[in-house]
């Protein structure tokens, strides 16, 4: 599987990481020298320094022969320009980074259509996206959608002295009669896939696959319950924030945007007259007062750097916001951010290289039968949830779920049947045409089958 | 300094070469020679034991490596490799001394050919063969060997790489490392085969053949003949001249040809600049030489095997040179610091340095005439950013002040200058033979023990390019990490 990446931003970074992780065979395009060495130095890939729209820089890369071209570089246009040329050049597959809102509407489709691209990706909207998910349901510190959009996977954190510590999963289910499935932990650096003698402690992070409703329903008997957020703090006026404001003011919120530079507020303020615009520095945390810090529901930090992120996010922790969310980009920093007790984390970074990570297995899976839906790295990147359509080649199909042999460290966490989603128990069966989810540790998925002993 | 991957890498590599060991092994038992036999087979052991050991011992978890840990993995592991593969020659007592057998295996892995046997004849068979293998393993590099066949062993292979591959820039021919060091032993072991197919159809048996190969494809130099190759006909003679050349070309272009990129081969600023030396240095030696021939044609010959020969860093000889006119001396011992392409099995300079160092040079005398000119250099097309230059810039600065230092450290022995100062450039530069005293049916016997360890240290700097060893050396780079 040869993959071509071109722009090796923060972006362009962690999807080469992750490709690389999954074993493909990755060559990297930048113009700058410095970059690409860094890179080089880094990685296990190949090096080519010169402009991705380049056809010499192209053919040096090997683009007639590779199976997926992505350009992810700052500049929309060249990410276009780029992936047009390299479809041309005979690049089986093209993906382009398009985030500017202008191109983002209805011109999107005719674009992609002239372009020959496979896909487009806008990382900010898709991270905008999960912002608000979260948003909704603040208990979650990370909310997953399959598709349909009736199962969800929710990661929660267990907090000091929680009414679960000290109960197993078995004991777990008996005394809350709800249709759900905790299927991964993690606590510390380890991650568990828990069968039903698991004891559950403070502290651990658990995933749980239920339907949207059950959710609701569990969270109150937990009673970690918390109301969606009606104000919405954002700092940093950037695309993120735009495209989250937008949905927020569409659904009735209020929000208030924080940016220094006067001009992006002016652009702001033009672009979503709703919203509250003020300019100033973020960083001071009188202004932030002043503007409601006290009485707002969430407060989310989307400034350009991640370590005012960090910081100002602590603040608000401090003055009791119910609900804080920070973008951090580094991965590094993310968990050094977590041990600072912001559990709640939301990196763009991730969302694009599990999007991209999804695209490379289809591609190898394209002989396959069972494809891949959807793809999620969770609890830090230690396990995956992985959505496949079920085709009549499945080799475990109408077996009851008890007799079908599966690989350690996997589990079945959900079966989507029609406009029905089902938490799977031993009698039930995978039918062809189903989705099921997958939620799998330590090993790579590129078929269904693949499951199975 | 990750020092567990260090050690660990070591340990490998200890293992890989016991592994190495029993080849001559077998040609010990074809040849029925018992004594040699156990020597290899008790070193081969140790190797084996040892390397387990210490890679059982830093089995780590923890594969991240920089550019300090690549020098530091591969100096240790060449100068340990020297010290082991040596063992054989002291075991069986085929070589009297112990730092005897230490230089001759040195002169092996580092592809310099220079050595300290009087009588080549009067060696076993199997020996003859381990000195002739160690050229090959070390003119491709032990630790790309490694990397192609050990699975996973670090993303960071680049840094590896870039120890062990000569050159002023290493790129990869693949994505990933391991493929890249792959594909660069299936050329090289395919152009070794076919070497040996057409030696043997000359006047070589079997033996002769493959040893002489593994000679010209590590670009090193060891015969079984006091003679060289002048024992042999002229066909063996041009099929080693010839091959000999092909081996100091960059192998990047091989695999470009492979996959079809002919056009990229022919823009070759550095191949063409390796031709047109090579031509120049055989067209100056021819004419100089004429009045001591005959005729033409052998004249031609010799000149040209020895021009490929030297240029190449290989050190084989049809004629002794050192009777040849001070003129084709001077252009030898030239040819000797400049070397062949980088990314080849070859040592010296490197074509592309000098080339590089040229156009610097030019494009200093233009920034005089113009001060406020602002020069670009292009090497292949593309320009060459600072960084780059800069480095060769000092490597050449670096590269002579080495050299001044091991020609004062020899200067003790009583030998001509001739004799001391080439054969200080024969060593730094992989070459084997120089002149006078050292001269291709010299012998490097009569030095000191003192100086055969500098020609041993002159030998390995030559061949990593000096920067490994240096920072090896220095304490700092030992730090301990928490």
Known sequence: MKIIIVGCGKIGTSIIESLVGEGSDVVAVDSSPAVIEEIGNIY??????????????????????????????NSDELNMLACFVAERMGAKHTIARIRKPEYNDKSLDFLSKQLGLTVSINPEWMAAKELYNILKLPAAVNIENFSGGNLEMVELRLKQESILDGLSLIELRKKYNAKFLVCAVQRGDEVYIPDGNFVLKSGDRIGITAQTSEIQKLLRMLNLMQNSAKSVMILGASRVAYYLAKRLINSGNHVVVIDKNEQVCEEFAAQLPEAVV?????????????EGLGTTDAFVALSGMDELNILISIFAQSQNVPKVISKVNRAQLASLADNLGLDCIVSPKKTVSDVLSRYARAIKNSQGSNSIETLYRLMDGGVEAIEFNVSKEFKGIKTPLKD????????????????????????DEILAGDRVVVIVAGQQLIDLDDILR | MNRKMVFYMFGRIGQIVGA???????????????????????????????????????????????AKEGFAIVSLAWICMSAVGALPFYISGEIGSYIDALFETVSGFTTTGASILRDIEAMSKSMLFWRSFTHWVGGMGVLVF?????????????????????????????????????????????MTLVQIVLLSLGDMDLFESIVHTFGTAGTGGFSVKSASIGAYSDYSQIVIGV???????????????????????LKSTELWAYLAIAASGVAVITLNILPQYSDFGSALKDSFFQTSSIMTTTGYSTANFDLWPSLSKGVLLILMCIGSCAGSTAGGLKVSRVVLLFKLVLGEIKRMLHPRAVTSVKFEGKAVDKHTLNSVLIYFAVYVFCVVTAFLAVSFEPFSFDTNFSAVLATFNN?????GGVGPYGSFADYSGFSKLVFSLAMLMGRLEIFPL?????????????
């Open chain 2, 20 to 66: 190495l060991l029993l080849l001559p092994a077998i040609v010990a038992v074809i040849y029925g020679e018992h004594t040699q036999l156990w020597s290899f087979i008790a070193t081969a052991a140790l190797a084996i034991a040892a390397g387990t050991v210490i890679a059982a011992c830093c089995r780590t978890k923890n594969k991240v490596i920089y």
């Open chain 2, 243 to 265: 091959f000999m050349l092909l081996f100091g070309v960059n192998f990047n272009l091989y695999f470009l040809l492979l996959i079809g990129r002919f056009k990229t081969v």
């Open chain 2, 431 to 435: 070459i084997g033979p120089g002149l």
């Open chain 1, 404 to 427: 079908l042999a599966l690989k350690p460290n996997t589990l079945i966490a959900g079966i989507i049947r029609g406009r029905k989603s089902i938490i799977p128990g031993g009698m």
């Open chain 2, 146 to 190: 490694v990397m192609a066949i050990v699975s996973n062993m670090t993303d960071r292979s680049i840094h590896i790489m870039r120890a062990e591959m000569p050159g002023p820039v290493v790129g990869k021919l693949l994505p990933r490392g391991r493929d890249t060091a792959k594909i660069l032993y299936l050329i090289y072991i395919a």
């Open chain 1, 44 to 73: 296990d890939v190949m090096c080519v320094c010169g402009n991705g729209a380049d056809t010499e820089t192209l053919l040096e890369a090997g683009v007639s022969k590779c199976d997926l071209f992505v350009a992810v570089t």
């Open chain 2, 470 to 482: 240096i920072i090896a050396l220095s304490p700092t780079t030992w730090r301990k990490s928490r």
């Open chain 1, 278 to 290: 003020i300019c100033g520095d973020g960083s001071e945390q009188e202004l932030l007062l002043e």
